[in-house]
């Protein structure tokens, strides 16, 4: 396996690296505190989390199969030479983890907050299923003859597509309502943040070696970036540009009107309602 040949341009790699861990790290903080603020996910489509589930745990399992998988990381270093570097950090394990964490709680939230009269499409769900099946499939392919860097392969062409297709129910539907109220902003200038830093840590990697195979080695590290930066842009431009009056003109539908949580607090934590009876005004 190589090795680095300018230790400024390896220490590069690794900063490089963690900040856009932390930059997409931290990024799904503010959408979580968002709606703990507001008790309430009206604005947040919920198809994007769902997509983004699915996404995150599939690239979970080709970062961490590549990264500790000897058996794997052989396959690769056959396939792309063994000059070449494994183009998985540990940055890159840590962040899907995490990712794959703050993604479920995003759900989580979604189940017990006013959430109006929105929930997950048919499509999305058809989707869903039809990935999951497809990739048990692939797995029951890839075990007589141990094809693991395929099969992880698929994962990551899973994660290319699930990122493609899953900014677009958000982008839509803040188009739609003309507002992006209730979709943080912070969210997206980190997750833009992240996904440079990402691209300059793999140019830095490429230009030490002499090699862009790290680029098309990994394409889904690659594509994951740029699918990134171009929606990120386009949703700066939704509530910088296109709809910076309205952020706050969208009301929360109250759920007097049957709009209710998925899942109701007990009866316990219900306020108790006042006492009507007020005899002295019987004899108004």
């Known amino acids: 396996m190589a090795s680095w040949n300018s230790i400024p341009l390896e220490l590069t790699y690794e900063v490089l690296g963690w900040i856009a861990f932390a930059s997409w790290s931290i990024s799904f903080y503010p959408q979580v505190i968002l709606n703990f603020r507001r ?121 290319v597509f699930m990122t493609l297709i899953k900014y677009i129910p958000q982008a839509i539907m803040n188009f ?46 690659t594509l994951l970036s740029l699918i990134s930066i171009f929606f990120d842009l386009l949703f700066m431009c939704q509530h910088y540009l296109l709809y910076p009056k309205n952020r706050a003109l969208i009301p929360l539908i109250s759920s007097k009107d049957g709009k209710e949580p998925l899942i109701k607090p007990s009866s316990s934590d219900q306020p108790k309602p006042e006492n009507v009876d007020h005899p002295q005004l019987e004899n108004v």
Not at 64 to 78: G, I, N
Not at 122 to 135: D, F, N, P, R
Not at 188 to 213: C, H
Request: aromatic residues 14%; glycine residues 8%; positive net charge.
């Open 39 to 159: 008790k309430s996910v009206v604005g947040l489509n919920f198809d994007f989390v769902v997509l983004n589930l699915t996404k995150h745990s599939s690239y979970l399992i080709y970062n961490a199969t590549l990264y500790f998988s000897s058996a794997v990381q052989k396959q690769y270093l056959e396939k792309y030479g063994y000059g070449e570097m494994i183009p998985v950090a540990a940055n890159d394990v840590a962040f899907s983890a995490h990712a794959v964490l703050l993604t479920a709680i995003t759900l989580f939230q979604i189940a017990i907050y006013e959430r109006g009269p929105q929930k997950v499409s048919k499509i999305t769900i058809a989707i869903v299923s039809a990935v999951w099946l497809g990739a048990g499939v692939c797995v029951f392919i890839a075990l007589p003859n141990h094809s693991w860097l395929w099969l992880i392969s698929v994962f990551n062409s899973i994660q």
């Open 176 to 221: 739609t309502r003309k507002s992006t109220d209730g979709f943080s902003i912070g969210n997206i200038l980190l997750d833009f943040t992240g996904g440079i830093a990402n691209y300059l840590q793999m140019a830095v990697q490429s230009i030490d070696q002499n090699s862009w195979v790290n680029f098309y080695g990994n394409i889904g590290k």
